[in-house]
């Protein structure tokens, strides 16, 4: 079973900045958070991950609390391009529990 | 670099048949697991190889068995298809276990009648 609680869906308007919730109170010292998306009939694709600091790369921003049990993922300008379901996992990073473990996502809709 | 690359990309076959999918991993990497994908669903984890080895196996029963060659690419053979087999099959690469995160490929998508 996912260790992590999304929303379903949401959506938000082209431009604007997108926050995605996730919720993983059970999250373990050892594991990370990792955001993956999947684009309609397309294979997953890696965002981002961290442990505990806050990370930024050229896709997105990570903000994980203090006390781990949740995260937000932020699209700071979402175009129509990220319309995709949006997959929060927490995972230790190495070993034979290293597998993806997937839930159900959060469908992010972008509109014009 | 050359990504994670997935044939068939497309397949149809009926009940009882066998089926092997294939996949090449991304240069460099030495692991390679595999996940199926029902629809509007998240992909589920089915078993994972680590230099030739299997690593690794979700909830899925034994007519599913998979292969990693020396050059780190995999087969995911099904036997006896069932109709509920029908499914995007995914593969994913990564370098020791995981390190680092894994790459997927656009996956095959089978279709049992």
């Known amino acids: 079973d996912a260790k992590t609680t999304q929303p379903p869906s949401m959506d938000c308007a082209e431009g604007r900045a997108a926050n995605l919730p996730c919720n993983h109170s059970t999250i373990s010292g050892n594991e990370y958070v990792y955001w993956y998306r999947q684009i309609h009939s397309q294979g997953p694709q890696y965002i981002i991950h961290?442990?505990?600091n806050n990370e930024t790369n050229e896709m997105a921003s990570l903000i994980i609390t203090e006390d781990r049990k949740s995260s937000t993922l932020i699209l700071p300008h979402a175009t129509l391009r990220d319309t995709a379901v949006y997959y929060c996992i927490v995972r230790a990073n190495t070993g034979a529990n290293s597998k993806l473990t997937f839930g159900k996502g959060i469908t992010l809709s972008v509109r014009p | 670099e050359t990504g994670v690359t997935q044939s068939p990309t497309h397949l149809i076959k009926t009940r009882g048949q066998q089926v092997t999918l294939r996949c090449s991993s991304q240069s460099g990497h030495n692991t390679v697991s595999w996940y199926q994908q029902a629809l509007g669903q998240g992909p589920q984890f089915i078993f994972q190889?680590?230099?030739?080895?299997?690593?690794g196996r979700g909830n899925f029963p034994p007519r599913f068995s998979g292969l990693q060659f020396p050059n780190y690419s995999s087969e995911l053979n099904v036997n006896a298809l069932e109709l509920d087999d029908s499914a995007l099959y995914l593969c994913a690469s990564s370098l020791d276990r995981g390190s680092g995160g894994y790459t997927f490929g656009s996956g095959t998508r089978l279709t049992v009648v």
């Open positions: 961290g442990l505990k």
């Open positions: 190889y680590y230099r030739e080895e299997e690593n």
